[in-house]
Nanobody, 122 residues
Framework: QVQLVESGGGLVQPGGSLTLSCAASGSILSINTMAWYRQAPGKERELVASIISSRSTNYADSVKGRFTISRDNAKNTVYLQMNSLTPADTAVYYC????????????????WGQGTQVTVSS
């Protein structure tokens, strides 16, 4: 089985910075896309940023120029560096990954982390 473990959430003042990390562990053959989603109170979950195996990236318009997604393939870990944070960035942030596994047979499966709270407030 595969698990995603997130860390780095917390409380930060407007204009501050925070870095999230997510490490995958288990019966992993390789990881395709890794991504960060977020869900603010009363809103739908939305894609924040994604990164494929070649390290090409994609960002939501609301975070372009402020957030940076990166990955360390040797550690099966994805990061989200968040700068110039505003109250609108307050949400639960979720890690997501498409992972090739070999448990009984080889298969590509999608996994979610448990979520980590990010609160931007003065």
């Amino acid at each position: 089985q595969v698990q995603l473990v997130e860390s780095g959430g917390g409380l930060v003042q407007p204009g501050g910075s925070l870095t999230l990390s997510c490490a995958a562990s288990g019966s992993i053959l390789s990881i395709n896309t890794m991504a960060w989603y977020r869900q603010a109170p009363g809103k739908e979950r939305e894609l924040v940023a994604s990164i494929i195996s070649s390290r090409s990236t994609n960002y939501a318009d609301s975070v372009k120029g402020r957030f940076t997604i990166s990955r360390d393939n040797a550690k099966n870990t994805v990061y989200l560096q968040m700068n110039s944070l505003t109250p609108a960035d307050t949400a639960v942030y979720y890690c997501n990954a498409d992972i090739w596994t070999m448990i009984v047979t080889q298969s590509l499966r999608n996994y979610w982390g448990q979520g980590t709270q990010v609160t931007v407030s003065s």
